[in-house]
């Protein structure tokens, strides 16, 4: 037995525009230009004619006086040809179909236009009379139920996953009323509401009526079956007839109800005994419900348009909050009311390559994550929506109570930065005309369920629909952003580009004039040395003066190879290498402690991870911090200073700690600027540049420093650098 699913697909496959068979309430020709040969005809055709049908000749006899018009409406433009026979009691229509024409007659009263005219007028003052969309659909139903003499009439409108909801009725009592009841969308398939959109009008005047098949089957010329889709007579699925006496009808009419060109709903109309409505009186239906397919597209246009401006005027807010703030991100989370009103949103989130910023009501940080982590694995859509996420990410039950619908626009063109709307869940109970989820199988197929009773659903994990407006200020907010980004992107480059040339004009400065003067200071202690050989006999005054010089021009002298190295760093290539750091502190204490004999020091040295580097300046960054950590603690009769360091996958960490003078925290932001000192320089020698050149040799490795000190305490340096040479590194 096949699987409940297949046959579910079967009928919604079902090829309803070609039953090969018509209703028998009218007859069927299908005619070939110009001489209106007879290719195909309906059984009883010949019953209508009074003679048999000559196929390959014109229909003679009732139908000779409409031949020639016929043929002329066919040389016109007019998409569909309609005329009565009054002396003959019937209703003849025409329409095209590929090089045929499909004539239909219908045996039916024609109603005369002096009756019918001002009933029109009188509803079209009725709509106009009306204050919203609820009191016309209702206006209209009660006329259609007024004009036509079915005994329920309803409005019917689709939702976006097709489901029916029943939004207007009128009825006289003799059918059960399915007002507010909720239908499901396999009720209608989507064949069937594409023939629903494509032939706004069907009627079907007995449910139980036995089809009248065409003759022959297939069109002789091209071997097709005939194509029955703009048919008034076109014979309808068995499975909807049964629906039908299912659901206690006897008879049935639809008229569409489209509105800016895509099928919005239908107005269907019931009677629980046959009953039969001529072809005026439906195009009069039709006349009436496209009336209020107008009103209904311009009161939805002037709602869409309304809350448009009304949107739009919370984007021009935000965008002047994110313009004025140092950072646009500060500034659109700052205006966080706005922010929300934006879309109508209960919480928001901003999640970027280095930040996370929230407004109102949203869920955890690591849940927010979690769906951006899933925005990302579905590719590169700009902008994702829902009412209910829960249908799309597995797992997002636990958070719906906040964030049940969604609105996500990417931020970034770039990097996987994200919006994100919050809607919370809102549990409504749904009324529908009978269990949707049931299924009747009977001979090997699915049948139309038999009950139409109410049947109540609770709807949890869903939010309120974000309305089309609301979607588009999404847009265009994301638009405006991305826009506010790249231009501060193409401004930052901009900004870059000029301190590169700046600082590479400073350091071709700072070098030429470092380089200018190495030779005037050492001139300088040259020929003071010379001048204390030569006068043998000088006094200590002048002596004193001349000494004084001789250790001024080699302080300065030793500042200048300090600027010259700051300056040439900048222009030094890095060459990555593992560095045994031990090797390095090693040598960098037996070259310290040259100039330091005597010294009583407690050395704590641990042993020490490699790191991944350039050996010559990490050596650098040793010698100044160790040698820092010997003058500092000159004033210890011992002096215990630490040197240590630990590894990780992502980065090595090491520390030179010591006891020695330490220094305010308050002024720990001054230690590693040029020229920057925090003792006295008649207490502690040295030009100030050591820590600055530190720091820039541990950042032109991807890397970081830290100190903390305190007054006669001691410090403490950290550097911590990357354990693999960083992807994209440039070398300069």
């Not at 040259?594 to 010698?623: H, M, Y």
Request: contains cysteine; aromatic residues 8%.
């Amino acid at each position: 037995m096949d699987h409940p699913a297949t046959d579910l697909e079967a009928c919604a496959q079902e090829p309803i525009h070609i039953p090969g068979a018509i209703q028998p309430h009218g007859v069927l020709f299908v005619l070939r230009p110009p001489h209106m040969a007879v290719v195909q005809a309906s059984q009883n055709a010949e019953r209508f004619l009074g003679q048999p049908v000559q196929y390959g000749e014109p229909p003679r006899r009732r139908l000779d006086p409409i031949l020639p018009k016929i043929a002329a409406w066919h040389g016109s433009s007019e998409p569909t040809f309609q005329m009565p026979l009054t002396n003959e009691q019937v209703t003849v229509s025409a329409h095209r179909s590929g090089r045929s024409i499909i004539l239909e007659i219908e045996e039916a009263s024609y109603p005369p236009l002096d009756d019918l005219l001002p009933k029109l007028r009188s509803f079209g003052q009725i709509l106009a009379g009306q204050s919203d969309i609820a009191g016309s659909m209702a206006a209209c139903a009660r006329f259609i139920a007024q004009l036509t003499g079915f005994d329920r009439v309803l409005v019917y409108r689709f939702d976006k996953d097709w489901n029916g909801h029943v939004v207007a009725e009128h009825g006289n009592g003799k059918l059960p009323s399915y007002l507010d009841l909720r239908f499901p969308a396999k009720d209608i398939p989507a064949q069937a509401r594409a023939l629903y959109a494509a032939n706004p009008i069907r009627i079907i005047p007995n449910a139980s009526y036995q089809p009248v098949p065409i003759e022959p089957s297939v069109d002789p010329e091209h071997g097709k079956p005939l194509d029955l889709s703009n048919a008034q007579l076109r014979s309808v699925s068995p499975v909807h007839l049964e629906y039908m006496r299912n659901m206690g009808t006897a008879a049935s009419m639809s008229v569409s109800i489209m509105v800016n060109g895509t099928l919005w709903g239908l107005v269907s109309c019931h009677s629980a005994n046959p009953h039969m409505v001529s072809a005026p009186i439906r195009d009069a239906c039709d006349f009436v419900v496209q009336s209020l397919a107008i009103r209904i597209a311009a009161q939805a246009h002037s709602d869409d348009s309304a809350r448009r401006v009304e949107l739009g005027r919370v984007t021009a807010q935000l965008l002047a909050s994110m313009t004025t703030e140092a950072s646009w991100l500060e500034g659109l989370v700052g205006d966080g009311e706005a922010l929300l009103a934006q879309v109508g949103a209960s919480g928001a989130a901003i999640v970027a390559e280095d930040a996370y910023l929230t407004t109102g009501s949203v869920p955890r940080e690591e849940e927010v994550r979690e769906l951006v982590e899933w925005l990302r694995a579905q590719g590169e859509a700009e902008l994702f929506s829902t009412a209910s996420l829960a249908q799309h990410l597995p797992g997002s039950e636990r958070f719906a109570d906040v964030a049940a619908g969604v609105i996500a626009a990417r931020i970034s063109e770039l990097h996987s930065s994200w919006l994100i709307w919050f809607r919370p869940e809102v549990v409504r109970t749904v009324q529908w005309g009978g269990d949707p989820h049931k299924e009747v199988r009977e001979e090997g197929r699915i049948h139309p369920r038999k009950s139409f009773d109410a049947w109540r659903e609770q709807v949890r994990l869903t939010a309120l629909e974000w309305t089309g407006a609301e979607l588009a200020a999404a847009r265009d907010l994301r638009t405006a952003i991305v826009g506010i980004v790249l231009r501060k992107a193409e401004e930052l480059a901009s900004l870059s580009a000029e301190l590169q040339r700046s600082n590479k004009e400073l350091e071709a400065f700072s070098y030429s004039v470092s380089h200018d003067l190495r030779a005037p200071f050492r001139h300088i202690v040259g020929f003071a040395q010379l001048l204390r050989e030569r006068e043998s006999d000088m006094d200590p005054k002048s002596l004193h003066y001349l000494n004084t010089i001789s250790e001024s021009a080699l302080a300065a002298g030793r500042l200048v190879d300090d600027l010259l190295n700051f300056s040439q760093l900048g222009r030094t290539s890095i060459t990555y290498k593992n560095v045994d750091m031990n090797k390095l502190v090693a040598e960098v204490l037996r070259s310290v402690m040259l100039t330091n004999e005597g010294r009583n020091i407690d050395w704590k040295i641990a042993d020490l991870p490699p790191a991944w580097g350039d050996a010559t300046l990490l050596r650098q960054v040793w010698f100044n911090l160790i040698e820092n950590a010997v003058k500092y603690t000159r004033p210890r009769e011992t002096a215990h200073i630490t040197v240590s360091g630990n590894g990780s996958d992502s980065a090595t960490t090491y520390t030179v700690s010591d006891d020695g003078v330490g220094f305010d925290m308050t002024y720990s932001g001054k230690l590693f600027g040029v020229f920057q000192r925090l003792q006295r320089q008649e207490d502690f020698e040295g030009t100030g540049i050591g820590l600055a050149l530190v720091r820039r040799i541990i950042e032109r490795h991807n890397g970081t420093i830290t100190a903390t000190g305190e007054v006669d305490k001691g410090a403490s340096f950290t550097f911590e650098l990357p354990t693999v040479q960083p992807k994209g590194h440039a070398f300069a």
